[in-house]
């Protein structure tokens, strides 16, 4: 008798359960939806349970196919351990890597990165996907995460890949018209352009001074007329003079050497975010993971640093 459920549908579940539909999980299956849909249902029925809930357009685990789904991950990740067990040593890294990256970030330095990454790993397929805001911790779409900040859950494994300075900037025409602060308290009289992304409070502000590394950081509560969920547009606006801007220094580097933004309240830190590959432990004997990483380290870094060095 045919055992009820065979290896191979293992991976299959567990492709459709990372895409939000049939069609896509089709798509990179390779298959018809109609294929995709006849063999899921096969599986609900050996099972004798409803694994997803579906509707025209999207579909979502049911409480059966949430637990399925865990056991599922884990098998498969024993399985993928007990494939490297028995690998040779001498192999090359293979398979399929995800990397999740934020827009500005991902486009200006990793997809770069990647590109000469490719060409010597030949054998090691990466899926690069951007995002305004990273994904959940517990989100289990990829592999390797870039983020700025080291991640706070200690199951997940955090990589410091370079240093990263924020700076306080401006448009030398807004500090003309509305002056220069010299405080961090003189920020709440000027209009600053807030950004919305990540887990961080929005509108809050907080900076100390190098000269007094154990004081109390200064929390400033920021008001403005523009804030976005895009970096870039939030410099482009900076640029326009609509006020003062707290960025990345890789991001605005080329302005400031141009002297189309300037630097506000220079003698004061704001808090690091130094930029992170974070992963679970479980890929952390993964040797395409593992090689990819080690890459990021070699080659972001100097990369970074030619920007970020005072």
Same mark, same amino acid.
């Given at each position: 008798m045919n055992p009820t459920?065979?290896? &191979?549908?293992?991976?299959f579940f567990a492709t459709v359960a990372a895409n939000p539909s049939l069609s @896509?999980? &089709?798509?990179?299956?390779?298959?018809?939806?109609?294929?995709?849909? #006849?063999?899921? @249902?096969?599986m609900e029925a050996r099972l004798g349970t409803a694994l997803f809930n579906r509707t025209t357009r999207r579909m979502s685990l049911t409480e059966?196919?949430?637990?399925?789904?865990?056991?599922?991950?884990?098998? %498969?990740a024993d399985l993928e351990g007990l494939a490297r067990t028995f690998n040779k040593l001498g192999d090359a890294p293979s398979g399929l890597l995800r990397v999740n990256a934020t827009l500005g970030f991902g486009r200006s330095?990793?997809?770069? %990165?990647?590109?000469?990454? &490719?060409?010597?790993?030949?054998n090691i397929e990466v899926r690069l996907q951007l995002s305004v805001n990273p994904p959940p911790l517990s989100d289990?779409?990829?592999?390797?995460?870039?983020r700025f900040g080291e991640p706070p859950d200690s199951r997940i494994i955090a990589k410091r890949l370079a240093a990263n300075r924020r700076l306080l900037v401006a448009s030398p025409a807004y500090l003309k #018209?509305?002056?220069?602060?010299?405080?961090?308290?003189?920020?709440?009289?000027?209009?600053?352009?807030?950004?919305?992304?990540?887990e961080e409070a929005y509108g809050v502000?907080?900076?100390?001074?190098? #000269?007094?590394?154990? &004081?109390?950081?200064?929390v400033i509560k920021t008001r403005g007329s523009l804030s976005t969920n895009d970096g870039e547009i939030a410099v482009n606006w900076a640029l326009d003079g609509h006020g003062i801007l707290m960025r990345a220094q890789w991001d605005i580097d080329r302005y400031l050497k141009s002297g189309r933004l300037v630097q506000v309240l220079p003698g004061w830190q704001t808090p690091p975010a130094d930029i992170y590959a974070v992963y679970p432990e479980r890929h952390a004997s993964t040797a395409r993971v593992k090689v990819f990483v080690d890459w990021?380290?070699?080659?972001?870094?100097?990369?970074?640093?030619?920007v970020t060095k005072s």
């Open positions: 459920i065979a290896p &191979a549908d293992l991976h @896509s999980a &089709a798509r990179e299956l390779g298959l018809s939806t109609a294929a995709v849909s #006849k063999r899921l @249902s096969s059966e196919g949430a637990a399925f789904h865990v056991q599922v991950k884990r098998i %498969l330095h990793i997809a770069p %990165l990647i590109s000469s990454f &490719a060409h010597e790993h030949k289990d779409a990829f592999d390797v995460c870039i #018209k509305h002056g220069v602060p010299q405080t961090p308290a003189g920020l709440a009289k000027h209009s600053c352009i807030g950004i919305r992304q990540g502000w907080r900076l100390t001074n190098p #000269k007094t590394p154990h &004081a109390k950081a200064e990021l380290a070699e080659n972001l870094k100097p990369m970074v640093a030619k």
